[in-house]
């Protein structure tokens, strides 16, 4: 029997000059038989992205109106707070992604990612030049192995333009550590910034305010969980990741997702 679609996900961290910035590498493709669709929401997450897609293109409509979005070939993705996007893959699809550590895409390229939160941004109308002529050479690639080596070098090139010793970063490594975003505001003391600066400055670095960012990864967390252990009582699941209690978390699920954790299918969504 002929399976309807194979795909195929590849994962690598960068080369060490660039573990400061990025943290990892994804390349992702799918091959399609008898002209199978594949259909997923676009969940909410924490990171933000350059996402290079050369293989065929795919729809993308919004979840709250149906509106159909243009297709790019380079995006700039920032965190997403919500179900925004529904995709739709119906010719062979490949994508070349680079994941930023938090304040990675404003430390290397200097761009605010508060612009992008909640965005997809077609790159060529931010930076022209840069991000067609990349595209273009990435288009030329076949396999991850390709497209790393093609990328690298350009990344790499920046650092010479840019600082790793951020603030936000700082701030963002503790937070991971942190399982309530009530207790965000106690790190500020390990940082020599006012706090009204420093949030200031994470929102412009990061694309989100430090809670939202704490919100956001302990949500993905959950959905993760529930991905990998489909059968676990919600409220086990509640308890593991901190919440006070099982309406705290069917709350994350409206706000994050629009549905109910009993309404979650993890197939349905593209993680």
């Known amino acids: 029997m002929t399976l309807p679609a194979i795909s195929l996900l590849e994962k690598q961290a960068p080369s060490a000059p660039l573990n400061a910035f990025v943290e990892e590498y994804r390349y992702r493709k799918i091959s399609l038989h008898d002209s199978h669709t594949i259909i997923k929401e676009m969940p909410c ?12 293109s795919y729809k993308t409509f919004l ?13 700039i993705r920032g965190p997403r707070t919500y179900r925004k996007y529904r995709i739709e893959i119906n010719e062979d699809f490949a994508c070349f992604s680079i994941r930023f550590k938090p304040t990675g895409i404003y430390q290397l390229l200097g761009i605010p ?6 965005q997809s941004v077609d790159a060529s ?3 022209p030049a840069l991000f067609n002529d990349i595209t273009e050479q990435l288009m030329e690639c076949k396999d991850f192995d390709s497209c790393k080596n093609m990328i690298e070098p350009f990344l790499i090139n920046q650092l010479s333009l840019r600082s790793a010793d951020s603030a936000s970063e700082k701030l963002a490594t503790l937070i991971k550590d942190v399982a ?15 706090g009204r600066h420093l949030e200031r400055n994470f929102r412009k670095e990061v694309g989100v305010s430090p809670k939202t960012y704490s919100n956001l990864l302990r949500f993905e967390k959950v959905m993760q969980a529930r991905k ?6 919600w409220s086990v ?6 919440y006070f209690d099982q309406m705290h978390l069917v709350k994350d699920f409206k706000k994050f997702l629009n549905i109910t954790p009993t309404a979650f299918r993890p197939g349905d969504f593209a993680f």
């Open 237 to 242: 699941i509640a308890y593991e990741f901190n």
């Open 180 to 194: 309530s975003a009530s207790r965000i505001t106690s790190l500020y003391k390990d940082i020599p910034l006012s």
């Open 45 to 56: 997450r924490a990171a933000n992205s350059l996402d290079f897609f050369i293989g065929g």
């Open 228 to 233: 990998q252990r489909p059968s676990e009582k």
């Open 113 to 118: 990612m508060s612009e992008f939160c909640d």
């Open 63 to 75: 979840c709250s109106s149906g509106q159909l979005i243009p297709f790019a070939r380079c995006t």
């Open 125 to 127: 109308l931010v930076m």
